[in-house]
């Protein structure tokens, strides 16, 4: 175990930044700082496994800041920060800046989403540290206002996600391009043998960290309530509805795999009251901030988002963490649910998932070493309950914080009806139409559980799940959704893509799952286990005549 009583006195860093990290009310490093700072100053490549949430940004923000001399020349720092999204850009830009107060450091984001004039200037005028994702970092590389040739440390932040969200070209152009001498240091949650490879490629000799997650004490609860419903997919809305419904979030994100059902899901949630809110990767810049703006200032009680776009989310006042069904890798579910459960808050987890998501429950039960419970839904039954329950807390509530003669009006009314009725008769009676007011209409419809229901539907009359998908059952196991470059534009049909993938691919017609065929690209779900190879075999391969472009879809 490291030792971090030590302080970061201890560590190597300057007086200059101890002092700032003082001031700012930090004490004592997290185990991830108190390992990988002292290697990190005395300029050790480094190769650290962590969670989110342990303190990462720091472990390297403060070797970095230690080793920058605040005379940066124009477009040529002396630190450069790769990190998957803008949000996560933004985040580490600001706790860096906000680490070097009185050094003299200057640290600059850059990402895509935002004009790349805006950024061009402050480059042309010289910063230390750049902090950006890879695809902003090239363009600025390729335009000549980010130099390379002066960074003396390299760090990838989040290299997993990185690399599976298609980052693993960029990344090798950016290490190619910077000198040999460079110091290099690399951040992620899973050791993947990708990871393995680029560090002995452009990494010497690294010191290795890893942070396993704390091992619970016997009799200890975990510091998230994990619940999981199995729903058919078609009932998923109203799944998901009812169990906020019942839940009473403060503040939650709802996560979806593709912008295409956070657009449809945020709509639907407006439509029943809530007021929600979509955050992904199709929206620009100042709609994003916007949407966070409305976050944190708690006008917005749901954030609707997919997992790339909640990267690097900041937010202390989550309550709950939905899972619009569940991510393709266990790791991501760990990235969602600790969204609420850092530094020792409590919080709840609730999955909306299909039944052939059921193995996939079992995985991340193993991950994390905690149990999911699978229960039935809340009856229509225990929500009349739970929303009766609410207005008489309410109404206890406003007799407690009655002041004065504030219920003098209502008084008299009461005096007058009790010359007619009961009193317990008024009370009830005034209790009801706060109630309806307070409530609103309930379905009352019961979503029966999925696996206790059996669906069947006559050959041939499958029903299609969303406009542009083949009228075909999804088949069981795991899937992974792949993006084609070809849509209607090219006049491709879901016939075209399952001969294709046939043909070169090797899977069997009944082995592909749902395809949804778009104006510019196309959607097809093929099993987990065969995707890396159907892209590899797809590679080269003509669609309607055109050369497709085939990977697995960014979210």
Known sequence: M?????????????????????????????????????????????????????????????????????QAESGAPSALILVPTRELAVQVQKSTQEYARGTGASVLAVFGGQPIGRQIAPLKRGVDVVVATPGRAIDHIRRGSLKTDQVRMLVLDEADEMLDMGFADELETILEGLPESRQTALFSATMPARIESIAKRHMSDPVRVEIKRREREPGEGPQIRQTAHLV??????????????????????????TRYEVDQLTETLGGRGFRADALHGGMTQDQRDRVMGRLRSGSTQLLVATDVAARGLDVDHLTHVFNYGLPTAAEQYVHRIGRVGRAGRTGIAVTIAEPREQRRIKDIQRLTKLPISVEDLPTVAALKKKRLEQTEAALAESLEQAEGDSLAPFRAAADSLSSRFAPEEIAAAALKLAHEARSGTIDETEI???????????????????????????????????????????????????????????LSGRQIGAIQVKENFSLVEVPSGAADGVVRAMRSSRIKGRKATIRRERF
Do not use: W
């Open 2 to 70: 490291p030792d971090v009583s030590v302080g970061f006195a201890g560590l190597g860093l300057p007086d200059q930044i101890v002092g700032t990290l003082r001031s700012l009310g930090y004490e004592e490093p997290t185990p991830i700082q108190a390992e990988a700072i002292p290697p990190l100053i005395s300029g050790r490549d480094l190769l650290g496994q962590a969670a989110t949430g342990t303190g990462k940004t720091a472990a390297f923000a403060l070797p970095v800041l230690a080793q920058v001399d605040g």
């Open 232 to 257: 058919s997919r078609h009932q998923k809305p109203a799944a998901l509805g009812r169990v906020i419904d019942m839940e009473e979030p403060g503040s939650a994100i709802v996560f979806c795999r």
């Open 448 to 506: 029966v559980p999925a696996a206790r229901k059996k669906e069947r539907r006559p050959a041939g009359n499958a029903r299609p799940s969303k406009p542009g998908q083949r009228a075909k059952s999804q088949p069981a196991g795991d899937h992974t959704r792949l993006f084609f470059s070809v849509g209607r534009s090219a006049s491709v049909t879901p016939r075209d893509l399952v001969g294709a993938i046939a043909n070169e691919g090797g």
